[in-house]
């Protein structure tokens, strides 16, 4: 069951890191639930671990497909020259990363946690 929350928790965290950059704030109706749902859940920190690595990865998965694509509008032939020119993300994909690195982390002490020893 914990790998189940754990990867429900990244799929919902996809999805939601996705919907905010598409839709803005307006997505974050979406991510409450499953932050409602990470925080009731018995093993509680791989849930919320998998929500965070799913909302960094969905957050930098989005901005590197946006990134190809304007790479791909770069076509020149002659008398023709299309040109797109994407706004540095880099401190975006620091933040994704960092979510990821504290998903991991949130994840890793869950796995902690429920393996010691119960006295």
Do not use: H, Q
Request: hydrophobic share 55%.
């Amino acid at each position: 069951m914990r790998v189940v929350s754990w990867l429900l928790g990244i799929a919902l965290g996809l999805i939601a890191g996705g919907a905010v950059l598409e839709a803005g704030v307006l997505a974050l109706l979406l991510l409450v639930p499953a932050v409602v749902w990470a925080a009731r859940e018995k093993g509680r920190p791989l849930g919320a671990g998998g929500l965070i690595i799913g909302l960094g990865g969905g957050m930098a998965g989005l901005l590197t497909l946006a990134n190809a694509r304007c790479a791909a509008e770069n076509v020149s032939g002659p008398n023709y020259f299309s040109e797109c020119v994407m706004p540095d993300i880099t401190p975006y994909l620091v933040v994704a990363l960092a979510l990821v690195i504290v998903g991991a982390g949130v994840s890793l002490a869950g796995l902690m946690r429920r393996r010691s020893p119960v006295s």
